[in-house]
Structures are given as C-alpha cells and as structure tokens.
C-alpha cells in the first residue's frame, strides 16, 4: 500500500497516490500527442480542403456518410466520458440530405482528420473505462471518477455535501481491501505490456467473496486489450467460480 518516493528513496508514499499521478502523466501525455497532430493536420487543411473540393470525387453514399458522422460522435463521447479531454460541441452532427451531397467530398476529410486526432486518445481511453467498470463494481456508496487535472477522484453515491452534490472522499478512507484491489487493477491494466506472463498468487487472500466470483471474468478483459498471459495459483473454488475449463490441478507425488 506504500511505495518509495522517486525523489527520496527513504522516504514513502501512498501507492494509491501514485497510481493516480502515474495516470494523470498518461492522460498528460496522450492529450499532448493529440494536439500535436490536430495542429498538423488543421495548418494543412484549407490545401487539402479545396484540393478534395477541386477533385469533386466521394467515396460515401449519403447514407453511409451520415452513419460515418455517428461513429465519430459516438468516439468522442465515449473518450470524453472517461476524463479525456476532447472538444464534443459538434458530437451531434446534423444528418446531410440527398441534396446536400456536394457537402461530402468535403466533410469527409473533416472526419479523416477527426480520427486521427482521436487516435492517441482511443487506447488510453479503453484501458480507463475498462478500470472504471472494474472499480466501481466492487466499491459499495462510492464511485470512481477520472479527472486529468485530479487523476483519481471517489465521491459518495449516498452523502451529499451543503451544495447538493455528492462529497468527495479523500483516498485516504479507502479500505485496505479496497486499496489493494485498485492497485491490483491498475498495475495490470496500465502497467503490464503486450506477451508479459504475469503470476498471480493466492489473490483470494484479500479479496472480499463477492470480489473472487468477479476475479477471472475481470482478468479476461485485460488479457483482451493488453494481449498479456495470467497465471493464477489459488485454492478457492470462489476464484475459480465459472471458469473450470481453464483450470489445472497440481497433484503431488503419489
């Protein structure tokens, strides 16, 4: 629950604490990335814009065009959701008619770019909504949120403050449970890489029996977006609930 400070090996900080800093860096970072792209393709754009305009060529029906503008809306929101900053004034595009079609060719290279701005964000942005749901699902009268200014951030779902909102609870009041259960999951969701081999042993230790029935169908969505392998030692049959196709029985020598 502790771990040494970067700057001075001899003294200690939260671990909690250092998940979240460690992923407002991340958020920091990705952010960063986008805007720099966003800066390369806007300085470009009114070329690329009157060159598609010259060209006159499309490659979407009206239709498929509108269920393009959709997807994109649908991204945005679904980056935004989870902290990310993203500009969603324009999310809710306004559908094109048959007889707006010379609009395409050009609004079609506004949706290029869009993605590509997107993309730095999309990866970052699955891994937070996948820890959100994972988190939120065990805490009982919280919920996590993530904001990149504050990284970390639980408020009450029952105490409301003199404003009406809901309170902040500081991440000092967290469990122990519930702190070693949000260090677990974030180490293996943002910290391990693609083809690592992580051990786990005896997780049910300090897991909550509720916690244990959820534990393997929670591994299975970070092993499917960080492309990891995970080993599990364990004795209780809570753990391995559902999922008896996948165990292996060590048996001594007889």
């Known amino acids: 629950l502790i771990t040494n400070n970067k700057s001075d090996k001899d003294t200690y900080q939260s671990n909690v604490k250092?998940?979240?800093?460690d992923l407002k860096k991340m958020m920091m970072q990705a952010t960063r990335k986008s805007s720099i792209i966003a800066s390369r393709l806007d300085s470009?754009?009114?070329?690329?814009?009157?060159?598609?305009?010259k060209k006159g060529t499309q490659k979407s029906s009206f239709t498929k065009?509108?269920?393009?503008?959709?997807?994109?809306?649908?991204?945005?929101?679904?980056?935004?959701?989870?902290?990310?900053?993203?500009?969603?004034r324009d999310s809710d595009l306004l559908q094109i008619t048959d007889a707006q079609q010379n609009l395409i060719p050009l609004l079609e290279l506004y949706i290029e770019d869009s993605h590509q701005k997107l993309s730095h964000l999309e990866e970052l942005s699955e891994k937070i909504q996948l820890f959100?749901?994972?988190?939120?699902?065990?805490?009982?009268?919280?919920?996590?949120?993530?904001?990149?200014?504050?990284?970390?951030?639980?408020r009450s779902t029952v105490v409301k403050g003199k404003s009406g909102t809901y309170e902040t609870i500081p991440r000092t009041k967290l469990?122990?449970?519930?702190?070693?259960?949000l260090i677990l999951f974030f180490k293996l969701i943002f910290?391990?890489?693609?083809?690592?081999?992580?051990f786990i042993d005896e997780p049910e230790l300090?897991?909550?029996?509720?916690?244990?029935n959820k534990f393997i169908d929670d591994l299975k969505g970070i092993t499917s977006i960080n492309d990891v392998?995970?080993?599990?030692?364990?004795?209780?049959?809570?753990?391995?609930n559902d999922n008896w196709d996948l165990k292996i029985e060590l048996k001594g020598i007889e």
């Open 18 to 21: 250092k998940c979240s800093d």
């Open 44 to 53: 470009t754009y009114p070329k690329r814009l009157i060159q598609n305009y």
């Open 65 to 88: 065009f509108n269920q393009e503008l959709v997807k994109l809306g649908d991204r945005r929101k679904a980056i935004s959701s989870v902290g990310l900053t993203v500009d969603i």
């Open 132 to 154: 959100k749901n994972i988190i939120n699902k065990r805490f009982k009268h919280k919920k996590l949120e993530i904001e990149i200014d504050d990284g970390l951030v639980f």
């Open 175 to 181: 469990s122990s449970g519930e702190q070693n259960e």
């Open 191 to 198: 910290d391990s890489k693609p083809n690592d081999m992580i």
């Open 206 to 212: 300090s897991l909550h029996i509720s916690w244990q």
């Open 229 to 240: 392998s995970i080993v599990i030692a364990t004795h209780s049959p809570d753990i391995i």
